[in-house]
């Protein structure tokens, strides 16, 4: 007999392990027979077992939606058969190791005990009773191995679906969510970890683009409290969804084809248009300013100007640089007025200069004498007043001298228009 076993090992029950089956402590109980004839390799096999056995019932406890979304990239066999009557026979067109590689993805399974299974993994390949090798497998292997998978595999407590996101799939999906239960989804949201925050991340997207309901609905009122909790690469990837309604409308699939004002609203409601790769957000702000444009093109326009002025700086002050000639020549011809003098909206679209580093703020300034849009106005006292009072503000935030002293060549330009 061998002493000094891993628990795992040495008193496999339920009673010790409650995370276990009957199942698999027949398989370890096999393990520590093994061993005590001199088998490790034949015991590292049942040890495997036990672990896959365990984790198959993990994954569905987490949910099997998830863990599908997951490995839809991965290598291998990934068919899982939901009508499958036994544990084997619904995992049977799954590879191990992709159920390994899910899992930890998700976080069901932490890193110390996936790269434990994969190293049983190589062991049953190339050190196996099936397989000659001279790195036969030890007892001690055995010990170590079986101990990493006890502390973080066999005593870690089975996912509660209540507390993982497939517990908000249904009813974001299939009904209408009272404000009690909202409130209760959004603390359930707060509580997740990183892995969740993706997977959920992406659902909730999936749903905004879908525009089915209600889960429209409950999708939108959630994607906040996960856009809080996401890092910059998953809110890019929104971004890049709008990104890709645009160059390819073709890609919209829900029925009524709003999939792409759907995720501009969204993003617009967290502050994220600023996550839009550029060419496209080049183009959102583009469309927008011809409103500021046609509105100080007008006569008695204002109300027209401030009404346009709303509209762009919901977008936030994220003009890309490809852009930035174009929507600024056209607040700075509202910002300066007319004859008559200027509306409020100079005032909505403060955020957009005060928005600027010093070296936007002289591209800015420049181009009171390059851009004939910018400077259109300038021959009348009024709008010149009020672009200098703009130049003083400029240079009031600039510390090099050399561009201090091109902001007092540019105010005497002007002086001479």
């Known amino acids: 007999m061998i002493d000094n076993l891993p628990a795992i090992l040495g008193d496999p029950s339920k009673d010790n392990f409650p995370a276990t089956v009957d199942a698999e402590i027949t398989y370890l109980s096999q393990a520590r027979k093994l061993l005590d004839f001199g088998f490790p390799d034949h015991s590292?096999?049942?040890?495997?077992?036990?672990?896959?056995?365990?984790?198959?019932?993990?994954?569905?406890?987490?949910?099997?939606?998830?863990?599908?979304?997951?490995?839809?990239?991965?290598?291998?066999?990934?068919?899982?058969?939901?009508?499958?009557?036994?544990?084997?026979?619904?995992?049977?067109?799954?590879?191990?190791?992709?159920?390994?590689?899910?899992?930890?993805?998700?976080?069901?399974?932490?890193?110390?005990?996936?790269?434990?299974?994969?190293?049983?993994?190589?062991?049953?390949?190339?050190?196996?009773?099936?397989?000659?090798?001279?790195?036969?497998?030890?007892?001690?292997?055995?010990?170590?191995?079986?101990?990493?998978?006890?502390?973080?595999l066999f005593e870690a407590e089975m996912p509660d679906p209540g507390h993982s996101p497939s517990g908000l799939f249904e009813p974001i999906k299939n009904s209408e969510i009272s404000e009690d239960n909202l409130g209760i989804l959004k603390?359930?949201?707060?509580?997740?970890?990183?892995?969740?925050?993706?997977?959920?991340?992406?659902?909730?997207?999936?749903?905004?683009?879908?525009?089915?309901?209600?889960?429209?609905?409950?999708?939108?009122?959630?994607?906040?409290?996960?856009?809080?909790?996401?890092?910059?690469d998953l809110r890019k990837s929104a971004g890049q969804r709008y990104h890709s309604y645009t160059v390819d409308p073709d890609s919209d699939t829900s029925d009524d084809k709003g999939a792409k004002i759907r995720v501009l609203e969204t993003l617009v409601k967290v502050q994220g248009v600023k996550f839009i790769p550029d060419a496209a957000r080049a183009n959102l702000y583009r469309h927008a300013v011809k409103q500021l444009s046609k509105a100080k093109n007008t006569s008695y326009g204002w109300p027209d100007e401030e009404k346009a002025a709303k509209a762009l700086v919901q977008f936030g002050p994220y003009v890309p640089s490809i852009a930035f000639e174009d929507v600024y020549q056209e607040i700075l011809a509202v910002w300066c007025g007319n004859y008559w003098g200027r509306s409020d909206a100079f005032l909505i679209l403060n955020p957009f200069i005060d928005s600027l580093n010093s070296m936007q703020l002289m591209t800015l300034a420049r181009m009171f004498k390059e851009n004939e849009r910018a400077n259109g106005e300038l021959f009348q006292s009024k709008p010149r007043g009020k672009a200098k009072d703009l130049l003083d503000d400029i240079k009031n935030r600039l510390t090099i001298q050399t561009s201090i002293g091109e902001i007092d060549e540019i105010k005497n330009i002007i002086n001479n228009m």
């Open 44 to 152: 590292l096999l049942d040890i495997w077992n036990a672990a896959v056995h365990n984790l198959r019932r993990r994954m569905e406890a987490y949910g099997i939606e998830l863990f599908i979304s997951a490995i839809k990239d991965e290598a291998g066999r990934k068919k899982y058969d939901k009508d499958g009557e036994t544990l084997g026979e619904r995992w049977s067109g799954v590879d191990d190791l992709t159920l390994i590689n899910g899992a930890i993805k998700l976080g069901v399974l932490n890193r110390k005990a996936g790269k434990s299974l994969e190293m049983i993994n190589w062991m049953r390949n190339h050190a196996s009773p099936a397989h000659g090798s001279d790195d036969s497998v030890t007892a001690e292997e055995v010990f170590g191995l079986a101990l990493i998978l006890q502390k973080n």
């Open 187 to 232: 603390d359930q949201i707060r509580a997740f970890k990183a892995g969740d925050i993706r997977l959920t991340f992406g659902f909730l997207m999936d749903m905004i683009c879908k525009g089915e309901t209600p889960s429209l609905e409950n999708a939108s009122q959630l994607f906040p409290e996960v856009w809080e909790k996401a890092n910059e």
